[in-house]
């Protein structure tokens, strides 16, 4: 059986799925949809253009300079992780921007953050290590399976136990799970975006998340070269983003103002 096969009869025996799938569909067939997805160079090459790294993101965000990088202060769950992640079954790809996500919520005093997408559960990690202890805290992820791996049951593996009691993982569909988290938390510090990576996923879920987020609060994108949708948002709202780099993939934040 090919692999899309496989990936429809996994749809199909889910009919709460149904809908997702649905919309999956369309945005393949639609040319106009289709087009939207594939604004790749477009969005690259302004990545490129104005991007900047880590350390100076942190810097224009925080205004705080020679950061210790999180896996120097952790470095026993991040090893246990790494060890956790080496032993998994399914390839889930790769930790994302943490030393980002960490100092950001650092400096926001973060106690309620929504995050879209868990795989491992790195960058899950990084910002529940920021929120343990602080009272009253939470982080609410949004995580939908990959249909073709049965990575249901390794989803957030690499999180360590004794930091799981203010997490709360809501599964499904960005479309389902995200309006439940963000009337479970109202008002955000923080949110960071890593899950359906098309353009219309980005387009609907983004207003969502901006709403809730609290003046000065952190807007984050992962992956925003995929397409253009992270730059017309940013247009709409007429912000301008923090664009930064590293290992060649784009991440976008954009502060509310008060």
Not at 198 to 208: D, E, F, L, N
Not at 231 to 257: L, N, T
Request: proline share 5%; with cysteine; glycine share 6%.
């Amino acid at each position: 059986m090919t692999r899309k096969l496989k990936i429809l009869l996994w749809y199909l025996l889910r009919p709460n799925l149904y809908a997702h799938l649905f919309r999956l569909l369309i945005s393949k067939l639609l040319p106009s949809q289709a087009k939207q997805n594939h604004t790749m160079e477009e969005s690259q090459q302004l990545c490129s253009s104005v991007s900047t790294n880590t350390e100076e993101a942190i810097k224009k965000l925080t205004g705080q300079t020679n950061l210790t990088p999180t896996n120097q202060l952790f470095t026993n769950h991040f090893e246990n992780a790494q060890k956790i992640q080496n032993k998994c079954p399914v390839d889930m790809g790769g930790a994302g921007n943490l030393d980002l996500l960490y100092w950001c919520a650092e400096y926001l005093k973060a106690s309620k953050v929504i995050e879209t997408g868990v795989a491992y559960g790195w960058s899950s990690m990084a910002i529940l290590l920021s929120l343990v202890g602080r009272e009253n805290s939470r982080l609410v992820s949004t995580d939908m399976p990959y249909p073709d791996r049965n990575n249901a049951e390794y989803v957030g593996c690499v999180v360590p136990d004794e930091i799981r009691n203010d997490w709360k993982i809501m599964r499904g569909p960005d479309r389902q799970s995200l309006p439940k988290s963000i009337d479970m938390l109202e008002s955000i510090d923080m949110c960071h975006y890593d899950s359906d990576k098309s353009y219309q996923g980005r387009m609907w879920a983004y207003p969502k998340l901006w709403e809730s987020l609290r003046p000065g609060g952190f807007f984050i994108s992962d992956d925003i070269g995929d397409n253009m949708a992270f730059f017309d948002f940013a247009k709409k709202i007429a912000c301008k983003p923090i664009i930064v780099e590293k290992d060649k993939k784009y991440m976008g934040i954009i502060v509310k103002s008060a």
